[in-house]
C-alpha cells in the first residue's frame, strides 16, 4: 500500500484537458520523455494550437537542468531559422515546473520514417537533408552547436502544398559557443552529451566539442537515410563509442547497391576522425553530394545557389583553418568538389569527357567501319561487308599475392579500477554510464586521453582525463556537496538563471 502510494508521488500530475497555461488552453497529451512532457494547447481567442513543453518536476528543483531548458529555447530564439522549431513563450506553472510554448508541428518524426520505409530514395532524402543543413548552418553561424543531431531530431511536417517541410528539434544539450552566453550553466567537459550512433570521436572521448561535431553527426544521418543501417552498431555502447573512436565505416553503397563511390567520398569527407578534415559548412558538404548524386542519375537537383543569407560560411569565431597533409596523405575534399575560399586545399580537377564523346571514341577502337558508297543518279547505294577488327585481349597480370595477416594479440580494450570515491559511484563516458566505482570498467584501448566522469549521491560532479593505453588504478578525489542551510530542496529563482524572454518569470 505504502509503497504504491509512493510510486504515485513520483509520477508528474499531467496538464487536463481545459486547464490555462499562459494564454492557452491544453486539450490532450502529445507524448512524454525522459526529461518532460508535451501537450496540446490552443489560444482560446484567436485559435492558434500550439505545443507545450513542460519539464519534468525532479529537473525543475535542478538550476543546471533548468537552465539547460532555458538555454534551448534562446537557442532557437538567436538562430530564427525557418527550419528549427519555434519557442515563442516561457513560464513557471503553479507546482514549479517549467515549461515552454512552441509551434504545434502536424507530422511525423524522421526516425519514424526510417522505421517505416528502411530507406530512403536518395532524390529524397536530399530534400529533406538540404534543410536540416541549412539550419545547421544557420546555428554555427550564431555561434550555436547542436550537438544531438539525429533523425528522432528531425520532424518532417508539412508545407501549404502537401510537401514535406524538415523541421530541426531539441536543443536542449546545445552549447553557444560565443565567450559569454549570458547564462549561469556552461556545458563542461566530461559532462553526459549526445547519442552513441550519432556520435563524433572527439565527442565519445568527452572533449570539448564545436560545429564540426555536427558535421560528423549529419554525415551519420546521410548514411542512415540512404542505406538504412548505422555505420557503427553493437550490443552495447562502449563498443559503439570504441568503433567511433578507431574504425572506418564501411562505405554506404556496400549496404545499397544504387549509390556510387562518389557519394561514398562525400559522407566519408563528413565523417573524418580529425574534425580539421572535415567539411567547413555544411553547405560545402550539400553541394558536394549533390554533384554526386546527379552525375551518378539520381534525380538530385542542385539547389544550393539559394542557400539561406544566415546560412554563410563566414563563421569567424571557429572558422576552420587550412590544413595541407596529414602524413603523407592530402587532406581535401572528395574529387570534383569545389569549396570556399577558406576550405581545405583542393587537387587539380580532372576535365570530364561527355558521354557521347566517349562512346565515340570507344566505336573507333574497336574498329567498326561502315563504307557507304553511291555510283550515280538512279544507282542504288551497295554496303559492302563492314570491316570489323578485333583488338587484340588484353594480357592482365595475375593479382598480387596478399601476405597472410598475423592477428593482433594485443586486446582492444583495457580494464580500468577505480579507487578513491565511494562504492558504487557512477563512471561516464561519452555521455553513457560505463560502470560504477571501484569497477572493474571497460574502455577502448587508444593513446590519447578519454575524459570519465563521476557522479555520487552528496558529492560534486567530477571529471579527469585517462590515458587507456594499458589496465590501470585510477584514484580520483570527489568533494562533497555544501550544506547549503535549510536542508530543503532549493527552487532555482531569478538569481540562479536568466530569462531569456526578458521581464518577470
Given amino acids: 500500500m505504502s509503497a504504491t502510494t509512493t510510486e504515485t508521488t513520483l509520477v508528474d500530475p499531467d496538464l487536463a484537458a481545459g486547464e490555462r497555461v499562459g494564454e492557452y488552453e491544453v486539450e490532450g497529451k502529445l507524448g ?25 518536476r525532479k529537473f525543475s528543483v535542478d538550476p543546471e537542468m533548468v537552465s539547460r531548458f532555458i538555454a534551448e529555447a534562446r537557442a532557437v530564439n538567436q538562430i530564427r531559422h525557418r527550419h528549427i522549431i519555434d519557442i515563442f513563450s516561457f513560464g513557471t506553472l503553479d507546482d514549479g515546473r517549467q515549461y515552454y510554448v512552441m509551434e504545434y508541428l502536424d507530422g511525423e518524426p524522421l526516425d519514424v520514417m526510417l522505421d517505416r520505409e528502411q530507406r530512403i530514395p536518395v532524390g529524397e532524402a536530399l530534400s529533406i537533408l538540404r534543410s536540416i543543413a541549412k539550419a545547421l ?8 552547436a547542436h550537438r544531438d543531431l539525429k533523425a528522432e531530431n528531425v520532424f518532417l511536417g508539412r508545407d501549404s502544398d502537401g510537401g514535406l517541410f524538415p523541421k530541426l528539434l531539441d536543443f536542449g544539450i546545445a552549447k553557444l559557443m560565443a565567450p559569454e552566453d549570458g547564462l549561469k550553466h556552461k556545458t563542461r567537459t566530461g559532462a553526459p552529451m549526445g547519442t552513441p550512433y550519432y556520435m563524433s570521436p572527439e565527442q565519445c572521448r568527452g572533449k570539448d566539442v564545436d560545429h564540426r561535431t555536427d558535421i560528423y553527426a549529419f ?8 542505406t538504412g543501417v548505422y555505420p557503427f552498431d553493437a550490443d552495447d555502447y562502449m563498443s559503439i563509442l570504441m568503433k567511433q573512436i578507431t574504425e572506418e565505416p564501411s562505405a554506404p553503397s556496400t549496404h545499397n547497391a544504387d549509390l556510387t563511390p562518389g557519394i561514398d567520398d562525400v559522407v566519408s569527407w563528413m565523417m573524418r576522425k580529425d574534425p580539421a578534415e572535415r567539411p567547413p559548412d555544411l553547405r560545402s558538404a550539400m553541394k558536394a553530394l549533390e554533384e554526386a548524386a546527379s552525375s551518378a542519375g539520381l534525380s538530385a537537383s542542385l539547389q544550393t545557389a539559394g542557400w539561406d543569407v544566415s546560412s554563410s560560411p563566414s563563421i569567424k569565431p571557429y572558422e576552420t583553418q587550412p590544413v595541407h597533409t596529414s602524413g603523407a596523405r592530402l587532406t581535401t575534399p572528395p574529387r570534383g568538389v569545389e569549396t570556399p575560399e577558406h576550405a581545405l586545399p583542393t587537387a587539380p580537377r580532372r576535365s570530364r569527357v561527355p558521354l557521347f564523346a566517349i562512346g565515340a571514341l570507344a566505336a573507333a577502337a574497336i574498329g567498326v567501319v561502315v563504307v557507304m558508297v553511291t555510283r550515280g543518279g538512279d544507282e542504288k547505294a551497295k554496303d559492302p561487308a563492314p570491316i570489323v577488327t578485333t583488338p587484340p585481349p588484353v594480357m592482365l597480370a595475375p593479382p598480387p599475392k596478399q601476405p597472410v595477416a598475423t592477428p593482433d594479440p594485443t586486446p582492444q580494450t583495457v580494464i580500468i579500477t577505480i579507487a578513491g570515491v565511494p562504492e558504487g559511484t557512477e563512471v561516464f563516458a561519452g555521455g553513457m554510464t560505463i560502470g560504477a566505482a571501484p569497477g572493474p570498467v571497460q574502455l577502448p584501448r587508444i593513446a590519447e586521453g578519454m575524459v570519465l566522469t563521476f557522479k555520487a549521491d552528496g558529492y560534486l560532479p567530477t571529471s579527469t582525463t585517462v590515458v587507456p593505453d594499458r ?17 530543503g530542496t532549493k527552487r532555482p529563482g531569478k538569481d540562479d538563471i536568466e530569462n531569456p524572454f526578458g521581464g518577470k518569470k
Fill in 137 to 144: 548552418d544557420a546555428a554555427h553561424a550564431k555561434g550555436i
Fill in 32 to 56: 512524454q520523455g525522459a526529461f518532460g512532457t508535451v501537450f496540446k494547447a490552443v489560444h482560446p481567442l484567436i485559435g492558434k494550437v500550439v505545443a507545450i513543453k513542460v519539464l519534468a
Fill in 219 to 226: 554525415g551519420v544521418l546521410v548514411y542512415v537515410m540512404l
Fill in 471 to 487: 589496465e590501470q588504478t585510477l584514484t580520483v578525489k570527489l568533494k562533497k556537496k555544501s550544506g547549503g542551510g535549510g536542508g
